[in-house]
């Protein structure tokens, strides 16, 4: 838990919390939802992205161990 404090820069309650109304003001009540779920599927986008590259990258390096050579 006091990983995400520090990963946040030292934020605490009370600045986040002002953080959370000012995107709330911004966005407003209906947004919010469409917004999380873009940011839902963003975050899949990219790790689906990662685990393809991770995969390229083994297939490679198999393939380079089984060159004669």
Not at 17 to 43: E, H, N, Y
Not at 62 to 69: A, I, M, R, S, V
């Amino acid at each position: 838990m006091n990983q995400t404090f520090i990963a946040l820069g030292g934020l605490g309650t009370p600045e986040l919390l002002v953080i959370a109304v000012v995107i709330f003001l911004l966005f407003g009540a209906t947004r919010l939802p469409q917004l999380a779920k873009s940011l839902g599927q963003s975050k899949r986008a990219f790790k689906e992205g990662l685990e393809e590259g991770e995969r390229e990258s083994q297939k490679e390096a198999k393939e380079k161990q089984n060159l004669p050579g």
